[in-house]
């Protein structure tokens, strides 16, 4: 490389994309052009950044195996960056694979984490926490190392893991105290901000408060009873059912969690599972199947008990009964937590992240835009959506994992 491209290529890696611009802005030879398109990406132009590296792909020679995958990598960082979950993922294993076959352990680590991050925005936390196990970031400069300890934390945080999370975050920040790169000191700082704003709230006894994540994992490892409204879920210490395909009787379970030790009424058990305003036979005889139901699917965990008028939840060893439920709760709340990053998703990138089918999602997002909660620009594919971050709260560390499908 001549002494142009070596600055230009220095001045990305120091985090400088103007000091870059300034060396290749008027070349149009392939590594000008892909220094270019990421310097684009660094300054926010992920749509001129996406063209220079595709041009800078196809100026490449046959026996630049190592440069085309380099910018197959940086292609896929700026799909990650601008939530475009649908791009081809064995086009990056493959830049993966020819990157670490030539040597460049770097940039094949970099590409391993992009798949990883992939994995934590779509919830495969199981595929992510293995692939992150098969890395060793000892040998890699600062900023890789940063990039490393963020994908543990991010992996922790969802786990419910808070300590591994801060000691991630802990080494994240001293390496890239060490990169001298600002964007990443900031990404670091943002992803510590996660474990000191409100995760949950809790309801006990009718009264509600505010947990952090700590004690979201505090909670976990108590001995109450747990109805899940974040993950659609009932636990104890020993045994965990998931409600989440049988929205019904989550409902139930819900209602029964937050009334307790009391009991709740029929009529508003049916309300709130059948949304019907009056009680009627029907009504009664269909509350009687699904309360059946319910007992069945948490028999091991809690008895539901008829009372005169109603009924009412018997945990067989906790002690108490609460209920843990997101932040803020409205219609289409999932959806809104994950456009809370403030990034710009197309739908069928919500689709992918929350297991759902693209129409269900822009059903969501078109009610949404309705009511000026959202707001999108763009045609047809290039469409996105984004709305301002929800202040002082986390937004999907907490969200269900899309259910597999069949």
Known sequence: MDSLITAAAQALAAGDPLGALKRVALRDDAPALALRGIAMAQLGDLVRAKTLLRRAARGFGPREAVARARCVVAEAEIALASRDLGWPAKALEAARATLDAHGDLVNAAHARYLEIRRLLLIGRLDEAERALAELDPAPFPPASRAAHELVVAGVAMRRLRTETARAALARAKHAARLACIPALAAEVESASLLLNTPAARLIESGNERLLLLEDVEALQASKALVVDACRHLVRDPRAVVSLARRPV????????????????????????????????????????????????????????????????????RASEVVVLARPVEEQHAAVLAFLADGESWSSSALALALGASQRTVQRALDQLAATAKVQSFGLGRARRWMTPPVGGFTTTLLLPAPLPSG
């Open 249 to 316: 009787l989550f409902a139930l379970a819900r209602a029964l969690g937050e009334a307790w030790p009391q009991d709740v009424p029929r009529a508003t058990l049916v309300a709130l599972a059948f949304r019907g305003k009056h009680a009627d036979e029907s009504h009664r005889a269909r509350l009687r199947v699904e309360v059946g139901r319910l007992r069945t699917a948490i028999r091991t965990l809690a008895g539901v008990s008829a009372t005169s008028r109603g009924f009412v939840l018997v945990p067989r």
